[in-house]
T-cell receptor, first 112, second 113 residues
């Protein structure tokens, strides 16, 4: 079964404590991306990756890092989380042929 | 960023009614995608459109790729309570690259019995 798996689903953390949200896909997709979703602001792209070792900034990259060492994984790293990074985060993937993006189930992050 | 104009923002309808929403872009798109999102869950792909004028159905859902390639429409016929959710249009950005997928702001659909 085609899957995009994010972990954890829910996370409450304190300001400044480094955290990583993982994303894994089993569809051999080249493209992977991270979005955050906030009320009234819709889905905003944080970072994306066109392939292994190829990443680029999206619209709201400040305060985030990513890496793409393997095709299937695309972790999102918050080195020093702040309360304004409290949000619902989604990982998405797509193959090279069709631009049909598939989303993970989401990670709800709260930074206190 | 979000450069797709999606309307309406929200719809309150009675069970059995039809629902229509649309999305417009200032630039030409080669692909239009329609998603549904349930509360707290990830968006789920409903329909993908690849050719201008294309009309595609998925059960009670029908979507069309506008002739001008700058718009798309989604219709839900005979709505039922489980149609409740937020519907998003999406498409590749100006560079026609999936890396810059753009989203509409969403249409919140509420279905009352």
């Amino acid at each position: 079964e085609a899957q995009v798996t994010q972990n954890p689903r829910y996370l409450i953390t304190v300001t400044g404590k480094k955290l990583t949200v993982t994303c894994s896909q089993n569809m051999n997709h080249e493209y992977m991306s991270w979005y955050r979703q906030d009320p009234g602001l819709g889905l905003r792209q944080i970072y994306y990756s066109m392939n292994v070792e190829v990443t680029d900034k999206g619209d709201v990259p400040e305060g985030y890092k990513v890496s793409r060492k393997e095709k299937r994984n695309f972790p999102l790293i918050l080195e020093s989380p702040s309360p304004n990074q409290t949000s619902l985060y989604f990982c998405a993937t797509a193959g090279r042929v069709n631009t049909e993006a598939f989303f993970g189930q989401g990670t709800r992050l709260t930074v206190v | 960023g979000q450069q797709l104009n999606q309307s309406p923002q929200s719809m309150f309808i009675q069970e059995g009614e039809d629902v229509s929403m649309n999305c417009t872009s200032s630039s030409i798109f080669n692909t239009w995608l329609w998603y549904k999102q349930d509360p707290g869950e990830g968006p789920v792909l409903l329909i993908a459109l690849y050719k201008a004028g294309e009309l595609t159905s998925n059960g009670r859902l029908t979507a069309q790729f506008g002739i001008t390639r700058k718009d798309s429409f989604l219709n839900i016929s005979a709505s039922i309570p489980s149609d409740v959710g937020i519907y998003f249009c999406a498409g590749p950005g100006k560079a026609d690259s999936w890396g810059k997928l753009q989203f509409g702001a969403g249409t919140q659909v509420v279905v009352t019995p």
